[in-house]
Nanobody, 124 residues
Framework: QVQLVESGGGLVQAGGSLRLSCAVS????????MGWFRQAPGKEREFAAA????????LYGDSVKGRFTISRDNAKNTVYLQMNSLKPEDTAVYSC?????????????????WGQGTQVTVSS
């Protein structure tokens, strides 16, 4: 049974930073790409970032490029999302997901397992 548990969300002022973590149990963590998605109230789910199986390839959504950094620690079965220069429009529930394969993609249909999400709220 694969389980993903996010942590690190909270309330932050615009311009601030947060670091999200996603701990994965079950399965072979190092064999799969991982991704972060977000969903704001009343909006569709949006791709934020993805990292390939060994961490040497990343992909970012246009709205977070240059501000967010995804990374992973295969020894700890954990993926991170460092979020800097946060804006009010970054407010959303952030969820991590495990890809069905080792390479990055922004298509949510290519992710097999999802966490429950963690709330990030950015005040102006």
């Amino acid at each position: 049974q694969v389980q993903l548990v996010e942590s690190g969300g909270g309330l932050v002022q615009a311009g601030g930073s947060l670091r999200l973590s996603c701990a994965v149990s079950g399965g072979t963590f190092s064999a799969y790409a991982m991704g972060w998605f977000r969903q704001a109230p009343g909006k569709e789910r949006e791709f934020a970032a993805a990292v390939n199986w060994n961490g040497d390839d990343t992909l970012y959504g246009d709205s977070v490029k240059g501000r967010f950094t995804i990374s992973r620690d295969n020894a700890k079965n954990t993926v991170y999302l460092q979020m800097n220069s946060l804006k009010p429009e970054d407010t959303a529930v952030y969820s991590c997901a495990r890809r069905r394969g080792p390479v990055v993609t922004m298509n949510p249909e290519h992710y097999a397992y999802w966490g429950q999400g963690t709330q990030v709220t950015v005040s102006s």
